[in-house]
Nanobody, 122 residues
Framework: QVQLVESGGGLVQAGGSLRVSCAAS????????MGWFRQAPGREREFVAG????????YYGDSVKDRFTISRDSARNTVNLRMNSLKPEDTAVYYC???????????????WGQGTQVTVSS
């Protein structure tokens, strides 16, 4: 079992920055590929970024590339997502998730956090 807890969401103006974090616990948490997804009302869950256990296999969704940065501290079992140049369309609930393989598909992730709200005002 892997438990995931997100933190750091909030309200920010367009053009601003925010960081969300995910704390993973469980005996094998560090073996999982970690991803960030987001879901806005009425929309499907969208892949944002993912990172492997050794900070390898880093991928980003097209809509956040060059604005967001994912990082992983394997010693502390945390995954951070730094979001710069935020836009109103980035408003969503952001979820941390863990998968046994490298993936952009939400269907392949076995464990999910409860989510943290990010709201970007125009």
């Amino acid at each position: 079992q892997v438990q995931l807890v997100e933190s750091g969401g909030g309200l920010v103006q367009a053009g601003g920055s925010l960081r969300v974090s995910c704390a993973a616990s469980g005996r094998t948490a560090r073996n999982y590929y970690m991803g960030w997804f987001r879901q806005a009302p009425g929309r499907e869950r969208e892949f944002v970024a993912g990172v492997g256990w050794s900070s390898s296999y880093i991928y980003y969704g097209d809509s956040v590339k060059d604005r967001f940065t994912i990082s992983r501290d394997s010693a502390r079992n945390t995954v951070n997502l730094r979001m710069n140049s935020l836009k109103p369309e980035d408003t969503a609930v952001y979820y941390c998730a863990a998968s046994t393989g490298v993936s952009r598909s939400a269907k392949t992730y076995q464990y999910w956090g409860q989510g943290t709200q990010v709201t970007v005002s125009s």
